[in-house]
């Protein structure tokens, strides 16, 4: 009986990413048919969205299906909808495990237009992949040498090299050195940090890897939204509503036409208001972040504040550009540039005005080329890419032109046209994806996952629940942690009502 009234509930889901149609689409095939979300742009997707650079697609947001195999919901999700080519799904891609690290075919240049021999950047790429091996296994020990990752690695290939490069040539020792500040870089990318001294070492092994070789959606990493949505009811998403308040434990009373009274009550900027049993709140950390002290009323406990100031919330931007011909091999698949001068193991800039370019580690090229032609994809994290979304677009691709012709010693090599990423300047996300920044632990998350009113309150339960990447403790910054978060939010809802049928199973420990 409890559960066919809770089945009446009225449920707001706020934000239309992947975390919100994956709680929406999980709450409506248990019952609940009061489920409203209500996303503040014009689309769905969020993170996810695919957009065009002339004729050819591309990823603005999430590129990759990480650990591509039967343990990932996106991956199950995408093969159920017929969205992966056949390579991609093989048992053989499957069973692939390479810790998240894929190997690259790469071609290295340096700043004075040298091309360097893969053979020269083998000890500095083995290094630094063992160094960052080791940095992932202090979670396990429950030791922290020094408090982030950046400093352990700058500590430990300092001394390392002194001892085991003693030998080598001076000049050949430093471009191994510069090569682990380019590396450096690329790390900070791929944690979406302005430095990896911001990234916690103890904290650093949370993540989890799934196996499989990482895969891509030949149509589209916005196939799979579309193919969700078209899954839920035609109206269920009030588009353009930005969130402005949501009132809860009764701060603001509203009572129905039927005379039903709900404890909360969704203020949005337009004016509008949507009364609710429970809300799932879905917003960026990034958001969070900005707007903690006003998005909730009361406001959010002092617990959960300190846990979002806390968590790291960084920038990772991609930079497309097009060419007639390609300057590569044929079987390159990630271009890097070493700056000879940053021998100090350096992954940011001295000077960001002046040369924020010299963050943007290189390109990984699309393919198939059949697919994108001559396409490159830069990358570039931190304040510095914060930065470069500020320029005018003609200044981004004259700044990367130069920089092309300095380190290929080709002084004629012209991008047709490019496309840049701002996640910063979003006003909806305000960043990229979030990290484990120093001093914040497990237990930030599940402080961040966790409904209010807090434990202990006797007032109705589960009112404002959290969900999104940032609260999946071993999947956050992915596709699939922002999924499980959706769903775990969901189905602790169905089990509030149902208790003997479900239970919260999925990422977080509370
Ligand atoms: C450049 C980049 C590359 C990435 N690459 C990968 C990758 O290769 N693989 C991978 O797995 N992951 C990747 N990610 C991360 C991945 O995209 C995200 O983790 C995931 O999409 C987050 O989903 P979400 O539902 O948690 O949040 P979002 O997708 O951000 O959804 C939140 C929604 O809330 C809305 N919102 C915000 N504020 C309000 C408000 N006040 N009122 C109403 N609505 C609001 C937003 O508009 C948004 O639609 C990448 C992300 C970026 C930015």
């Known amino acids: 009986m409890a559960f066919l009234q809770g089945l009446d509930s009225h449920i707001v889901i706020v934000g239309c990413g992947i975390s919100g149609i994956g709680a929406a689409q999980k709450l409506l095939s248990h019952g609940f048919h009061n489920v409203r979300i209500i996303e503040a742009t014009g689309r769905s997707g969020g993170r996810i969205r695919t957009g065009r650079l002339g004729d050819k697609i591309v990823e603005i947001g999430a590129n990759w299906i990480h650990g591509p195999s039967q343990e990932n919901p996106v991956f199950r999700l995408a093969c159920q909808y017929n969205l992966l080519d056949e390579k991609s799904m093989t048992e053989e891609n499957q069973s692939v495990d390479v810790g998240g690290h894929p190997p690259f075919v790469p071609d290295l240049f340096s700043s004075s237009g040298k091309r360097l021999s893969p053979e020269l950047a083998g000890p ?8 960052l091996q080791e940095c992932q296994e202090f979670h396990a020990s429950g030791r922290e040498p020094v408090p982030s990752v950046g400093e352990y690695v700058k500590r430990e290939a300092a001394r390392r090299t002194a001892e085991e490069w003693r030998d080598e040539p001076a000049d050949t020792r430093a471009l191994q050195l510069a090569m682990m500040s380019m590396l450096l870089k690329l790390e900070c990318c791929i944690s979406g940090t302005h430095t990896m001294d911001d990234v916690g070492l103890g904290a650093f092994g949370m993540y989890k890897t799934l196996p499989g070789l990482d895969c891509t959606f030949p149509g589209g990493y916005e196939g799979l939204i579309h193919c969700m949505m078209k899954e839920l009811p035609k109206d269920i998403v009030s588009y353009n509503t930005p969130v402005k308040c949501i009132h809860w434990n009764d701060s603001v009373q509203r009572t129905s036409p039927s005379g039903r009274t709900f404890p909360v009550l969704v203020e949005c900027e337009s004016g509008e208001t949507f009364p609710a049993d429970h809300v799932i709140v879905t917003v960026p950390l990034g958001y969070l972040k900005k707007h903690q002290e006003t998005l909730l009323s009361p406001p959010l406990p002092l617990s959960k504040v300190h846990s979002i ?25 990630t271009i890097f540039f070493v700056w000879e001068d940053e021998t100090d193991l350096v992954d940011v800039v001295p000077n960001v005005e002046m040369s924020w370019i010299k963050k943007l580690f290189g390109f990984t090229v699309l393919k198939p080329t059949e697919r994108y032609g001559h396409m490159l994809c830069g990358w570039i994290a931190g304040h510095e890419s914060e930065y470069m979304e500020s320029l005018p677009e003609a200044e981004v691709q004259q700044s990367i032109t130069e920089l092309i012709r ?7 090599i012209t991008p047709k046209r490019i496309l840049r990423s701002q996640w910063y300047h979003d006003p909806y996300t305000y960043g990229s994806y979030t990290y484990v920044a120093k001093g914040c632990s497990e237990y930030d998350i599940d402080i961040l996952a966790e ?12 009112q404002v629940l959290f969900a999104g990447e940032a609260t999946n403790q071993s999947f956050f910054s992915t596709v699939h942690g922002a999924l499980l978060s959706g769903w775990r939010e969901a189905e602790r809802l169905i089990s509030h009502y149902s208790p003997s049928s479900y239970s919260v199973s999925l990422g977080s420990k509370l």
């Open 124 to 131: 500095a790429s083995a290094l630094f992949t063992g160094l």
């Open 309 to 333: 100031q806390r968590m790291g919330f960084g920038t990772n931007n991609k930079i497309f550009m097009e060419f007639n011909e390609p300057f590569w091999d044929p079987d390159c698949e």
């Open 406 to 412: 300095r380190f290929t010693g080709n002084p004629t």
């Open 451 to 462: 409904p209010l009113p807090l434990k202990g309150s006797n007032t109705k339960p589960l």
